[in-house]
DNA sequence: ACAATGACGCCTC
DNA sequence: AGAGGCGCCATTG
């Protein structure tokens, strides 16, 4: 390492932290961009998590779909092909579309310590 | 270096 | 509930 490579946390690194935060969502589960901001360590950063899927070349493995907005929705345009390939992937592992809305109650990663998960019952 | 842009989120109407 | 306004933070032009 040369003098010059006092900084700790580039733009890489930090890239790094999301795309693992996101690698931890389990299948038939969704995050928000916040709370994987938020469990990559990087708080109020929601808006970077979106650069990151956006930008980031090699998108394959990771399970990007998993990755809504906090009102539980997709945040592609609807009638979007990108809408169209999310909301199958989601639904291909089991996630429930009400309209066009996901029930975070049920299917929101990481899970809250609420009880309302566990009585979902039938909406 | 500056301004515009977004796969965002929260607060107020 | 839905729309608009503003703050946030890295990427782009």
């Known amino acids: 390492m040369g003098p010059a490579t006092k900084k700790t946390s580039t ?20 995050s928000s961009y916040g709370q994987i901001a938020a469990v990559a360590g ?3 950063c929601a808006r970077l998590v979106g650069t990151v899927l956006r930008t980031h070349p090699n998108t394959r493995g990771l399970p ?18 990108a809408y169209a390939r999310q909301r199958k992937l989601l639904e291909r592992e089991g996630v429930d579309f009400i309209g066009q809305r996901i029930n975070m109650k049920r299917f929101s ?8 998960e566990h009585l979902w019952f039938m909406p």
């Open 109 to 116: 990663w990481p899970p809250g310590n609420d009880l309302d």
């Open 64 to 81: 990007w779909h998993r990755v809504i907005n906090s009102s539980g929705r997709i945040s592609f345009p609807l009638g979007s092909d």
């Open 42 to 44: 990087l708080p109020r």
């Open 11 to 30: 733009p890489e690194s930090k890239a790094n932290l999301i795309l693992a935060a996101v690698r931890q969502i389990p299948r038939g589960k969704v």
